[in-house]
């Protein structure tokens, strides 16, 4: 039985390249699995609640392993010109509204903010998405339509004035984007279900579905994420009614998950459960999670998974290192919650963006040092081992010996087919499959070494990263990828003179480097040396099948 060894510095699973009209189950596959960038443009000014973004967050996403980024943002407060406030809340007064979506600015300042943020997210190739957010969003529009907050009628001036400043402002956002490709996607409204009932979110959704799809361009056949009124969590996307869904053929239905929330938030006064993962608590997942598989079965309609997350462990607040008065989830627990829910999200067809708030939240995964003025009592970018429990579904820890067959070897098992497993390094043992192997990804630290049999089977991808835009000397360890326009664009490769890239052979009998051109469409040779230059720094990945040959 001949064995082969192989030591690489990152695999990841890789994500496809979609052109033209991406269908919304496709755009969820691909979508797979991300993380929020939470209180940044969602709070009254950016840098009140989290540091300001930098581009480097994104390629510190990207170089993680996520695929899609959700962008909450408000474009309430002084982002937006124009006050519904003093508008009669009484009822029969929507004849007294004399204004029009004109009356309603959005700063342009704010726009092109947006605008380059969206465009650092997308140059990683990550799928994003535009999510309408914020307590500024909750207090001037949605908490108009709660008996509980507010007497507005329905039948009222300010009514009538509050929706078209809304609609205004989706107009505003959809003619900004609507150049661009359909990895960036739109999400209506954040939580609008604690005070919109069914009927007016029904009736909100056609409205803003109205006005993207007429803005035209890309937004004909964007992929636009809904939700729907009067309740929350799993049974909020069931509330979406079938005269909505059958209307458009490019629809998300997206719902969020804390439950239960004595744990979740337990870091907060009267929530005290720190402790998760009994098979009772798996089973209220399960049973949540189907119910929201066979309703979107039923309906035709595929699943985004939009937040859902457990407070720091103890409390812990990661800026200060200063843990809570109340505690807070005991981390074991906290890591397998995120482990479990991103796993049956995943198992089920769902894409999920995991919520995320930096460095000062009570839920943080990435310490956002992208900022420089980021100060961080506990080291690192991210929170690595919640990191690690949301991008895999297995990890290796050598508990026991070699034998990738022990189940006491890994986290949650011996990996099966759909299986996403991490391997990584400073272990005692590292795997060895005696037997074949077929799994989803594999993803190895530097350091660390896997040995299979040449039956191993199962997409793989290896990323190099270039610290710097100068050229580096690279190789493939697997077999299959291609060389043509995409992977230039994909992988940040530099433009040359005339129709060269950055990507190039030497050629040892005139003492020269041949390039590769625009248009060319090859392949790759596994272990052979390319010279490599990215526009800045980056990965380059490729992406193949695992050599065996020798």
Do not use: C
């Not at 949301?390 to 990738?404: A, E, K, R, V």
């Not at 077929?438 to 997409?459: C, D, E, P, R």
């Not at 530099?494 to 050629?507: D, K, P, Q, S, V």
């Amino acid at each position: 039985m001949r064995f082969f060894n192989i030591l690489i510095l990152l695999i990841s699973i890789s994500i496809t390249n979609v052109k033209g009209q991406t269908d919304p189950y496709t755009m969820v596959e691909r979508m797979g699995r991300g993380i929020n960038l939470g209180n940044t443009f969602s709070a009254p000014e950016e840098g009140n609640w989290a540091p300001v973004v930098y581009e480097q967050y994104f390629i510190d996403v990207k170089n993680a392993g996520f695929t899609n980024v959700r962008i909450p943002m408000d474009f309430y407060g002084n982002r937006t010109e124009g006050s519904t406030s003093n508008y009669s809340s009484e009822e029969g007064t929507s004849s007294q509204y004399m204004g029009d979506t004109s009356d309603y600015v959005v700063i342009e300042l704010y726009l092109n903010r947006i605008e380059e943020v969206v465009n650092w997210s997308l140059n990683q190739d990550l799928v994003t998405i535009i999510d309408f957010h914020g307590t500024q969003l909750k207090s001037e529009f949605i908490y108009t339509f709660s008996n509980s907050n507010s007497q507005t009628d329905p039948t009222s001036a300010k009514r009538a004035a509050d929706l078209d400043k809304f609609k205004s402002i989706w107009t505003q956002i959809s003619n900004r984007f609507k150049g661009y490709s359909e990895n960036l996607l739109f999400e209506i409204i954040n939580e609008p279900y604690f005070h919109m009932s069914k009927l007016e979110m029904d009736t909100l959704n056609t409205d803003i579905l109205a006005i993207i799809r007429a803005s035209g361009g890309s937004n004909a056949t964007r992929n636009v994420i809904i939700t729907g009124g009067g309740q929350n969590s799993q049974n909020a996307p069931q509330q979406i009614s079938d005269a909505v869904i059958e209307s458009d053929n490019y629809l998300i239905a997206s719902f969020h998950y804390y439950q239960p929330f004595s744990f979740t938030s337990s870091s907060t006064v009267n929530n005290n459960d720190f402790n998760w993962g009994t098979n009772a608590d798996k089973n209220s997942v399960d049973g949540h999670f189907d119910a929201v598989k066979n309703w979107s079965n039923s309906k035709n309609i595929p699943i985004t998974l939009g937040e859902f997350g457990a407070d720091n462990e103890n409390g812990l607040n990661y800026n200060t290192g200063i843990y809570g008065l109340n505690g807070g989830p005991i981390n074991t627990s906290r890591v397998e919650y995120h482990r479990y829910i991103a796993e049956q999200a995943i198992n089920r067809g769902f894409s999920f963006s995991a919520w995320d708030a930096g460095n000062k939240s009570n839920k943080a995964i990435h310490l956002r040092t992208d900022n420089l003025d980021t100060t961080n009592s506990i080291s690192g970018i991210w929170v690595e081992d919640i990191k690690n429990a949301l991008l895999f579904s297995t990890i290796w820890s050598g508990n026991t010996d070699i034998d990738w067959d022990t189940a006491s070897n890994w986290s949650d098992g011996i990996p099966v087919s759909t299986s996403d497993i991490l391997i990584p390094n400073s272990l005692t043992y590292y795997p060895t499959a005696s037997s074949a192997v077929t799994v989803n990804s594999v993803k190895m630290a530097s350091g660390s070494s896997l040995k299979a049999q040449s039956t191993f089977s199962g997409s793989i991808s290896y990323n190099r990263n270039l610290l710097t835009n100068n050229w580096y000397l690279v190789s493939s360890p697997v077999a299959g990828e291609t060389y043509d326009d995409y992977y230039v664009a994909a992988n940040g490769i530099a433009l040359g003179t005339g129709n060269n890239r950055g990507i190039a052979l030497y050629t040892a009998n005139d003492d020269s480097w041949d390039y590769m051109q625009a248009g060319e469409t090859t392949s790759f040779s596994n272990g052979t040396g390319y010279s490599v230059k990215r526009t800045s720094t980056g990965d380059v990945s490729f992406t193949g099948s695992m050599n065996t040959n020798d």
